[in-house]
């Protein structure tokens, strides 16, 4: 059975004012995630696209159904892969990620046939999951097209609801080369969001939570589409238009 995630996810563009202001009060429901020092941690995700970038004009087209692929790694060592494919459905996220080897990371970014057969995920649960992200890149004959990065401070739930908070920050980009899982990091171009240059993203599954919405309220939040894909290949002159559109601001 795959492995879905279907949740909710709404994004809003603030200050560090602000950032500091929400912090003070999640801190009441969500603790720091444990994956990284005090929940922060790099994220770099390789985004999978067509020739012409078929899958970012989706989202600027705000196609209701669609999908993004791409390749998430936290560091840039040997450490394992995870493949993502990214659906949203109407207004909700349905999320499918399964764990590759660091060896075979090249081979399904380039969708090149395996020197030795198949390409084993790195746990067997996610084999599935990882045949199906290679189909859909070679269905739509897909191949590395932006590195995007960036630092995230994450809030996660202690009760196990799946509701998450994170601010993003220090947004960069950079086209891939070969071989590809080893970008120059001095190449990578800082992304610009303005006056308000943090992303912040709280995710549920179901309702949102009360103190969700308090906070929409209580610092004035604007929702706002904030496509870190769209915005990275705008910086780098691939895409000619604006990754940012403002939505509604309720919750």
């Not at 600027?60 to 560091?75: P, S």
């Not at 198949?118 to 897909?142: G, S, Y």
């Amino acid at each position: 059975m795959p492995d879905l995630l279907a949740r909710y996810e709404l994004k809003y563009l603030i200050d560090e004012g602000v950032a500091a202001g929400i912090r003070d009060v999640v801190k009441s429901y969500l603790e720091p995630d444990p994956y990284g020092e005090s929940g922060a941690y790099w994220v770099n995700s390789l985004y999978l696209d067509t020739e012409n970038w078929k899958l970012a004009q989706q989202t600027i087209d705000g196609v209701k159904n669609r999908f993004k692929l791409r390749m998430r790694c936290y560091t840039f060592d040997d450490s394992p892969v995870f493949c993502e494919n990214k659906a949203r459905v109407g207004t909700t996220i349905v999320k499918t990620r399964a764990l590759c080897r660091r060896a075979d990371a090249e081979t399904i970014a380039m969708n090149a046939p395996p020197a030795d057969g198949r390409v084993e995920a790195a746990k067997p649960h996610h084999q599935d999951d990882l045949d199906r992200f290679r189909n859909l890149v070679d269905m739509i004959d897909a191949r590395p097209r932006l590195w995007v990065r960036y630092h995230r401070e994450a809030w996660v739930s202690p009760f196990g609801d799946g509701a998450r908070l994170t601010f993003d920050r220090r947004l960069q980009c950079l086209v891939p080369s070969e071989p590809v899982f080893l970008p120059k990091m001095d190449w990578f171009h800082p992304i610009g969001l303005g006056p308000k240059p943090t992303i912040l993203e709280m995710k549920f599954n179901g309702a949102s939570p009360h103190w969700m919405r308090n906070l929409v309220q209580w610092f004035h939040l604007r929702r706002l589409s904030v496509a870190k894909y769209v915005r990275g290949a705008e910086e780098v002159g691939n895409m000619p238009f604006n990754g940012t559109v403002e939505r509604g601001s309720r919750l």
